[in-house]
């Protein structure tokens, strides 16, 4: 799916935004095959650090263009610039809450144009949402957001284009 709704920024200078990134894994395939220009920059958030990131994104050889933010999104968020990325990837905490926080904090980081995708939609594993699912928060998102964005894709992950700013941010 990335390459499909991504392909037209490989190449081109351009701004990716991840929260959730785990060891790293996409965010060296989005810098080996989207992020390729040289001018191409990832933030990429998470509340812990595993011990296999930092190894991994300097065996890409592209660890200077990634910036990792060690913290929590809703804090880490506040610091970087508004309408600013190209595409922006949702997959930290599963939680309802944290969810919906996310996709708030990361759509208004968006660029109008930019993509944004919403990972594990179908997520619910009774070990781990003592605080809810994905699914709920994905789906108050797209209501709310409903003239603002272009539904891309709704299955297991959901893929979304920023088509307007609400009338708060002008």
Not at 100 to 123: N, P
Request: some cysteine; hydrophobic content about 40%; charged content about 25%.
């Amino acid at each position: 799916m990335y390459e499909k709704y991504l392909r037209r920024l490989a190449g081109k200078p351009c701004r990716l935004l991840e929260i959730g990134s785990f060891e790293g894994a996409s965010t060296v395939w989005l810098l080996d095959n989207i992020a390729t220009h040289k001018d191409s920059f990832i933030d990429t958030i998470d509340v812990w650090e595993q011990p296999k990131l930092k190894p991994n994104l300097i065996a890409s050889g592209h660890q200077d263009r990634v910036k990792f933010h060690l913290g929590r999104s809703v804090d880490i968020l506040r610091t970087l610039p508004l309408n600013a990325y190209d595409f922006a990837i949702i997959d930290g905490s599963h939680w309802t809450m944290n969810v919906l926080e996310d996709m708030v904090h990361a759509y208004r980081h968006l660029k109008i144009g930019g993509i944004m995708e919403s990972d594990d939609y179908l997520w619910d594993d009774p070990e781990w949402n003592q605080e809810g699912a994905p699914k709920a928060a994905i789906d108050a998102f797209l209501s709310i957001y409903a003239s603002k964005i272009k539904v891309l894709r709704k299955d297991g992950l959901v893929w979304i284009r920023k088509i307007a700013d609400p009338m708060w941010d002008l």
